[in-house]
């Protein structure tokens, strides 16, 4: 089942479920329209992920948040931790390895990679710069 969320029960729904896959769409895109029926035959055949469909028309406060430049724009979280963000419509092979890729991750490696590059990236910050 795909639900549509909202500014409103965002949050919620990633603080409650492992892996999110949001789908970033509007009424009048055709890609989009395309895409739908995958996301849709996705969500039927994998029951342990949560499927969300975002109107960027309607919500427009979460794709600003995103930074949704173009739609569909495919989303998943997993641990509450973006993990993949690509604008375009996936076919329906290319979307179930990307479902197998994020279900296999390594969520510790992922978050260690995290605090490594935060940790660099503050150190650098820290340098002064030599003009």
């Given at each position: 089942?795909?639900?549509?969320?909202?500014?409103?029960n965002?949050?919620?729904?990633?603080?409650n479920?492992?892996?999110v896959?949001?789908?970033?769409?509007?009424?009048?895109?055709?890609?989009?329209?395309?895409?739908?029926?995958?996301?849709?035959?996705?969500?039927?055949?994998?029951?342990?992920?949560?499927?969300?469909?975002?109107?960027?028309?309607?919500?427009?406060?979460?794709?600003?948040?995103?930074?949704?430049?173009?739609?569909?724009?495919?989303?998943?979280?997993?641990?509450?931790?973006?993990?993949?963000?690509?604008?375009?419509?996936l076919?329906?092979?290319?979307?179930?390895?990307?479902i197998?890729?994020?279900?296999e991750?390594?969520?510790?490696?992922?978050?260690?990679?995290?605090?490594?590059?935060?940790?660099?990236?503050?150190?650098?910050?820290?340098?002064?710069?030599?003009?």
């Amino acid at each position: 089942m795909v639900m549509e969320v909202t500014k409103d029960n965002f949050s919620e729904v990633i603080e409650n479920n492992d892996f999110v896959l949001v789908d970033f769409w509007a009424p009048w895109c055709g890609p989009c329209k395309s895409f739908a029926p995958i996301f849709e035959a996705a969500a039927e055949a994998n029951k342990d992920v949560t499927f969300v469909k975002i109107n960027t028309e309607e919500q427009q406060e979460l794709a600003a948040y995103f930074q949704i430049r173009s739609i569909p724009t495919l989303m998943a979280f997993r641990e509450k931790i973006i993990v993949f963000s690509q604008p375009g419509m996936l076919p329906e092979s290319a979307l179930g390895q990307l479902i197998s890729q994020v279900k296999e991750l390594d969520m510790d490696e992922v978050r260690r990679e995290i605090a490594e590059q935060e940790a660099g990236e503050n150190a650098a910050a820290a340098q002064p710069s030599s003009a």
